[in-house]
């Protein structure tokens, strides 16, 4: 199964896709991790991507593409994968159709205001990526990964100003594309402001059907 998670940043498209990844035991692939990843190793690549990731600006399309088509040609994807953050504009998403179908574009929506106060709240293993919420999913030992035992740390585009750039660049360049999958018959839309279970729970029945 091939699935592209949509929404806004902070609307838990992380959350669900590790979840999503547990079910149907497919890879889930985060453009923003593997950015993160390059930027921790200090690779070219990081070091080209950081000044658009710290601004809340998209890293520009010809960096984006091919990493993302390379890392589908790996043998982890031939049974699919959850695409989570990849396509973020319409080029994305044109070069994506080109090279596979997918099977769903799953808009998780979160409004404008909620994202803000969620974001204010987020949390993430620097080791193993692993995402946690103080108020809505805290880990079990306070600023304590529960997978890897790292210390808890604040994703640097998480600051206020920031996630304000963010919800713009998503608004102008990310939201058109749940209309591209609509016109495709490929959209569910589930409300993100539900219950972590309950929004997975509705992605689940969604794809059954
Ligand atoms: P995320 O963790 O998905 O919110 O991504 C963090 C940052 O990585 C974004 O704000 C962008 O700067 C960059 N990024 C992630 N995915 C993409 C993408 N598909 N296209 C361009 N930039 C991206």
């Known amino acids: 199964m091939k699935l592209i998670l949509l929404g806004a940043p902070g609307a838990g498209k992380g959350t669900q896709a590790t979840r999503l ?16 990843n390059n930027l921790k190793n200090k690779t070219p690549l990081g070091l080209k991507a950081k000044a658009y990731m710290d601004q809340g600006l998209l890293v520009p399309d010809e960096l984006t593409i091919d990493l993302v ?11 699919g994968y959850i695409l989570d953050g990849f396509p973020r504009t319409q080029a994305q998403a044109e070069a994506l159709d080109e090279r596979v179908e997918i099977d769903a574009a799953i808009d998780v929506d979160v409004p404008d205001k ?7 709240g987020r949390r993430v293993c620097p080791n193993c990526g692993e995402p946690y919420h103080i108020k809505y999913e805290p880990p079990k030992k306070e600023g304590i990964c529960d997978r890897c035992g ?11 100003e920031t996630v304000l750039k963010r919800l ?8 058109p ?33």
């Open 21 to 36: 990844e547990e079910i149907f035991k497919i890879p889930h692939i985060s453009t923003g991790d593997i950015f993160r």
């Open 168 to 175: 713009d660049v998503y608004h102008e360049q990310t939201a």
């Open 114 to 120: 909620l994202i803000v106060e969620r974001m204010a």
């Open 177 to 209: 594309l749940i209309g591209h999958y609509k016109e495709a018959g490929k959209l569910i839309q589930v409300d993100g402001t539900q219950s972590v279970d309950k929004v997975t729970q509705d992605i689940v029945e969604a794809l059954k059907k």
């Open 69 to 79: 088509m390379d890392r589908l040609a790996e043998n982890d994807c031939r049974n």
């Open 150 to 160: 790292t210390a808890l740390i604040i994703r640097e585009d998480d600051k206020p």
